[in-house]
């Protein structure tokens, strides 16, 4: 499992910021004694976070294809307006020249090229909201995989400073203030302050997240109710 967190993790670290002020990663040496229960924990998280990143890589291939849609309806719609614009013009020269036949047929295209526009434009609509849920879909699933990690560390610290504990002896005392050091062992407050900040960020990203949901669902409705594509 841990050569499938391995490309997770280093991932993460490049995402600017989302590691800013995590603890140090625990070595694998501080964990031999973990117990039954804890290879269970720790083997559940594990497959969590491979699950969530198969997850994250399936939105982001989805936003791919969606930007790649957005594209080309932009480009639809360039070519509808061009076509209207030499429609526009010919419907001029039908005027002036008092071709009535042929007025009758270019204001018949002009008709269908304006319906061909709001409808495009209605499918851009969409696209554009479905472009914005899946970004927002990556960011959450970024979120939860920084916060699955932090979770890891955090169990992985709890377990280390255990072992620091029974093969360091007693914390000892420093003579100038007398209060305990345990400078030299792992903080296993500081891997719970990581994680539970990491939780919160996940808390408001899958807020914005479901926010985006509502306007891509009303973006659909719309989109089917117009009769696109038929």
Do not use: W
């Amino acid at each position: 499992m841990k050569k499938y967190l391995i490309p997770v993790v280093c991932t993460l670290i490049g995402f600017s910021g989302c590691f800013a002020t995590m603890p140090a990663p625990i070595k694998d040496t501080l964990l031999i004694e973990k117990t039954d229960a804890d290879e269970k924990k720790l083997a559940k998280i594990e497959d969590e976070i491979v699950v969530i990143n198969q997850e994250n890589n399936k939105i982001k291939e989805s936003l791919k294809i969606t930007s790649q849609k957005v594209v080309i309806s932009g480009k639809e719609i360039s070519g509808l307006e061009k076509e209207k614009s030499l429609l526009e013009e010919k419907k001029k020269l039908y005027v002036i020249s008092n071709d009535t036949r042929a007025l009758a047929e270019v204001e018949k295209a002009m008709v269908d090229n304006q319906q061909k526009i709001n409808l495009e434009k209605i499918n851009q609509e969409y696209l554009k909201a479905r472009q914005d849920h899946e970004e927002k879909g990556v960011e959450l699933k970024e979120a939860e995989l920084a916060a699955k990690i932090a979770e890891l560390n955090f169990e992985k610290a709890r377990i280390a400073r255990a072992y620091q504990d029974r093969t360091m002896g007693e914390v000892p005392t420093d003579p100038k203030t007398g209060k305990k050091d345990d400078k030299a062992r792992i903080d296993v407050s500081e891997y719970e302050k990581y994680l539970e900040s990491r939780k919160e960020k996940v808390t408001t990203v899958r807020q914005n997240y479901l926010k985006i949901t509502d306007t891509v669902k009303a973006a659909e409705t719309r989109l089917k109710e117009s009769g696109y594509g038929k």
